[in-house]
Structures are given as C-alpha cells and as structure tokens.
C-alpha cells in the first residue's frame, strides 16, 4: 500500500515562515492536496492540485510538488494557523493520507 | 458552496451496526461523490471509500471492504455509509466529504466541503 510520511511536529514563531512536508515514493507525478485541522472541527482544504488555493484561503498558504516530497509552506505565520496539517493523494483506486503534522506558533 | 450536516453521535456495542447519514444542500448532488473518512481519538485521517452520486459507482479501502456499504438517495440528497460487525477500534468520527463525480476526478478538485462529524463509540 501507498505510504506517506510526514514530520509529526513544527514550531514556528509569529511571523516567520512554516514548512511541512509530505514524503512518499514518485509523490510528484501524483496531484497532493493539504488539510488543516483545528481542535475539534473538521479538516479544511487549503491547497489542492499541488499549487491551488481555494478562494476563501489566504495567500499566505502555498504548495509545491517535485521528486519524492510535497511541501506546504506558510508565510507569515499566525496564532490561528496552529493546528494539525494532512497531505493527501490518490493511488490508483485508493485515497491516502499522510499521519499529520501539528503546527506550534510560539 | 455545499454543506454537508451529519445524523448524531451513536453508541454501539460490540457486533452491533451502525449507520451515519450525510445530507448534501448548495450544489447539485448528482454532479459530484462523498467520501468517508474517520478520525479515531487523537490520531489522524483513515480514508474509507468513495461513492459517485452521479453514477453509483463505489472505492471502498480494502479494509472496510466486507464491513461498510456506501449508499446515495438522490431523492433526499443523502449520502449513508454503514458499518457492519463493530469494534472497540471502530470508536472514531466519522467524516463524509465532498469529492468528485468520478473517482479520477478527486485529485482534481480534493475534499472541499466536509461534514461536522459524527462520533461513533463502541463499548461494551
């Protein structure tokens, strides 16, 4: 079965850039989305198709997809983006979820 | 944009049934799939399957293959999913989300709307 691997845990501070990433074999030739998770709700999306951002979305979260590694990069860091993060993708006739990544902001 | 609202936490014990509804509102529900997803406490998500409200066609994770049967009503625009045979490790909630008419088309639009969550707790 498809595997992804992402890094349980990032802290950021206030203001700075985060990074998360999502490891798995030959991940760029698969479309990734990203997911955050805020205690207690339900997951949003915040980039689909690698790059895309919903509307609602604000331009500070952006995606890229190369190799074997998927990353979803913050700037500007805020309180509110503290959560869990989740990359996604299709295998064949299976969606795979990556085992999440809780974001710190100091 | 569409909203998903979930039926209510359920309490099941072992060996027992359980059946979640998911009913769709804001978009055509014919033009697109709900998947399942779950969330067991403190872990992360588990895909189940998938169902095209278009089609009836179904992906179902090989896990949940001889347990969980996914159905659409497209007369009351609801999506259900239904576990057979529970377990203490089924205790999670139980997310649908909107995905795409075909399963091919979920990697291009991902999950962009979900349901509120419906806690299901196994115990005996």
């Known amino acids: 079965s498809y595997e992804m691997t992402q890094t349980p845990s990032v802290s950021v501070s206030p203001g700075q850039t985060a990074t998360i990433t999502c490891s798995a074999d030959k991940l760029g030739d698969k479309y990734v989305a990203w997911y955050q998770q805020r205690p207690g709700q339900s997951p949003v999306l915040v980039i689909y198709q690698d790059t895309k951002r919903p509307p609602e979305i604000p331009e500070r979260f952006s995606g890229s997809n190369s190799g074997n590694t998927a990353t979803l990069t913050i700037s500007g860091t805020q309180s509110l983006d503290e959560g869990d993060y989740y990359c996604?993708?299709?295998?064949?006739?299976?969606?795979?979820f990556g085992g999440g990544t809780k974001l710190t902001v100091l | 944009q569409v909203q998903l609202v979930q039926s209510g936490a359920e309490v099941k014990t072992p060996g027992a049934s359980v059946k979640v509804s998911c009913r769709a509102s804001g978009d055509t529900f014919t033009s697109y799939g709900i998947s399942w997803v779950r969330q067991a406490p403190g872990q992360g998500l588990e895909w189940m399957g998938w169902?095209?409200?278009?089609?009836?066609?179904?992906n179902l994770a090989q896990k949940f293959q001889d347990r969980v049967t996914l159905i659409t009503d497209t007369s009351t625009t609801t999506a259900y999913m239904e576990m057979r045979s529970l377990k203490s490790g089924d205790t999670a909630v139980y997310y649908c989300?909107?995905?795409?008419?075909?399963?091919?088309?979920?990697?291009?639009?991902?999950?962009?709307?979900w349901g509120q969550g419906t806690l299901v707790t196994v115990s005996s």
């Open positions: 996604q993708a299709w295998d064949t006739t299976t969606v795979v």
């Open positions: 169902i095209s409200a278009f089609s009836g066609d179904i």
């Open positions: 989300a909107r995905d795409g008419p075909r399963f091919q088309d979920g990697p291009i639009t991902g999950f962009d709307s």
